[in-house]
C-alpha cells in the first residue's frame, strides 16, 4: 500500500472543484417567545467535490489508480485549492507561528516583511497539514513583522512554536467520503462520470 497522503494526479485537471465549509451549529427557537439560542461547537472542516472533464483512457488510468490506492475511506491525499495558489498579498519573508499553546480561530505569527499587506482576504494558508482561509480583513505585518491573523477553520491542534506558515501552493491533507468509488466508459476509450468527495482528515 502506498504511503499517505499521496498527492492527486497533476493531469488533466478537474473540470471543477467545489469547497465548502462545514460547521457544527445547532439552534432551537422557544415555543413561547419565538427566540431562538444558538449553540456553536467547536468543530469546523472543509468538504470538497471534485469532477473530472471527460478523458481517454490513458489519462483516466492515472486518476482511477489514484482512487484505487486510497481504498476507500482508509488512506488520505493532498489537494488545494487550483485557484489559490498565490495570495493576492505580498507574502514574502519567512513566516512562522509566534508562541506555542495556540487554539480558535487566530494565529500569531511573525517573520513577515515589516508594515507589507502580506494575505489578503480570501488568501490560504497551511499550518503543518491543516489548511485555512483568511478572512474578515487583509493582514499588514506589523514593523517588526508579526502579525495576528483570523483563520476558518479553527485550529485542529495547537501548532508549536515556530511552525512555518505556508502562503503559495497550499494543500489540505482529505479521506473519502465514500468507501466506492467508480466510473464510467461513454464512448470508446472516453471516460465520463468521474468524481469524488472528501473531508479534511484530522
Known amino acids: 500500500m502506498p504511503t499517505y497522503p499521496i498527492d492527486i494526479p497533476?493531469?488533466?485537471?478537474?473540470?471543477?472543484?467545489?469547497?465548502?465549509?462545514?460547521?457544527?451549529?445547532?439552534?432551537v427557537r422557544s415555543p413561547f417567545t419565538g427566540q431562538r439560542?444558538?449553540?456553536?461547537?467547536?468543530?469546523?472542516?472543509?468538504?470538497?467535490?471534485?469532477?473530472?472533464?471527460?478523458?481517454k483512457r490513458a489519462a483516466a488510468e492515472s486518476w482511477i489508480g489514484f482512487l484505487i490506492s486510497l481504498n476507500g475511506m482508509e488512506g488520505t491525499f493532498?489537494?488545494?485549492?487550483?485557484?489559490?495558489?498565490?495570495?493576492?498579498?505580498t507574502g514574502g519573508g519567512s513566516p512562522h507561528v509566534n508562541g506555542a499553546g495556540q487554539q480558535g480561530n487566530i494565529i500569531a505569527t511573525d517573520g513577515w516583511p515589516a508594515?507589507?499587506?502580506?494575505l489578503r482576504v480570501?488568501?490560504?494558508?497551511?499550518?503543518?497539514?491543516?489548511?485555512?482561509?483568511?478572512?474578515?480583513s487583509d493582514i499588514v505585518a506589523s514593523g517588526?513583522?508579526?502579525?495576528?491573523i483570523q483563520i476558518w477553520p479553527r485550529l485542529k491542534t495547537?501548532?508549536?512554536d515556530n511552525q512555518p506558515i505556508i502562503y503559495t501552493n497550499t494543500v489540505g491533507v482529505f479521506r473519502l467520503d465514500s468507501n466506492t468509488?467508480?466510473?464510467?466508459?461513454?464512448?470508446?476509450?472516453?471516460?465520463?462520470?468521474?468524481?469524488?468527495?472528501?473531508?479534511?482528515?484530522?
Do not use: C
Request: aromatic share 12%; charged share 10%; no cysteine.
Open 78 to 89: 493532498q489537494m488545494g485549492d487550483p485557484l489559490g495558489k498565490n495570495p493576492r498579498g
Open 122 to 136: 480570501g488568501d490560504w494558508i497551511q499550518i503543518a497539514s491543516g489548511l485555512y482561509k483568511v478572512h474578515t
Open 37 to 55: 439560542q444558538v449553540y456553536v461547537y467547536p468543530a469546523n472542516w472543509w468538504q470538497i467535490q471534485v469532477q473530472l472533464p471527460p478523458m
Open 181 to 202: 468509488n467508480g466510473w464510467d466508459w461513454t464512448e470508446p476509450q472516453i471516460a465520463a462520470g468521474i468524481s469524488f468527495s472528501g473531508s479534511e482528515a484530522f
Open 10 to 27: 497533476t493531469s488533466p485537471v478537474p473540470k471543477s472543484v467545489r469547497f465548502n465549509g462545514q460547521s457544527v451549529v445547532s439552534s
Open 144 to 148: 517588526t513583522g508579526s502579525a495576528s
Open 115 to 118: 508594515g507589507q499587506r502580506v
Open 158 to 160: 495547537s501548532p508549536p
